[in-house]
């Protein structure tokens, strides 16, 4: 697969996950792109953890809704809020969140276990700027779901146990990648759908923890 289609090729899949109405947080990067490939008929409420239920799409410099100092998403980008949404202060925002009324956050990942442990905050000594909101909504949305390149310049990123410092614990449900889509289950992970460019045991050989495979194994496309 080409590293150009790889994102979107995530994102396009991730969007099979939602249905109408559903309220969803979309981390930075990657998830951003989901609401480009929503199915005919499926309408989210974006929720941003920042103040915003209903946010819309990033306006660019010249724009009429363009407030680049006072409404942003996570990553600090311009952001603009859609017909019908609203702001809301920082308290009843994440009440919303550890309420359990998002339906669903999608997550990128520095690193994800085969118990759905979850770390995407921080590389220790390098700079980063903090945990955000991601502890309360990998905690807090009835579904976690992480989206991600499968491996990091050739390296692992699913492990037995996550090295890294934890984001949050046994909280992750699947795991999209441009190889496959993984589902957390008691017994570890498995493999539920591959894309047909990669063999099973390309992932398995992409993946450094045991995997089980789905006997009904569909494809991605």
Sequence with gaps: MDKSEIKGFIAKRCAKELKNGDVVNLGIGLPTM?????????????????GIV??????????A????????????????????????DSATNFGL??????????????????????????IPGKKMPGMGGAMDLCTGAKKCIVCMEHTAK????????CRL?????K????IITEMCVMEVTPEGL???????EFTVEDVKAATACPVLVAEDLKSMI
């Excluded at 809704?65 to 809301?88: C, K, Q």
């Design 34 to 50: 989901i609401p480009r490939y929503l199915p005919e008929g499926v309408e989210l409420v974006i929720h941003a953890e920042l």
């Design 97 to 122: 969140i550890r309420g359990g009324h998002v339906d669903a956050c999608f997550l990128g990942a520095l690193e994800v276990d085969m118990e759905g442990n979850l770390a995407n905050w921080i």
């Design 190 to 196: 498995m493999i539920t759908e591959i894309n047909p």
């Design 171 to 174: 909280c992750v449900n699947k």
């Design 65 to 88: 809704n363009y407030m680049p100092y006072h409404v942003t998403d996570a990553g600090g980008a311009p952001a603009s809020v859609a017909f019908d949404g609203s702001f809301a």
């Design 154 to 161: 050739g390296n692992p990123k699913i492990f037995e146990k």
């Design 165 to 169: 410092p934890l984001t949050a614990a």
């Design 54 to 63: 209903g946010a819309g799409a990033n306006p660019k410099e010249g724009d």
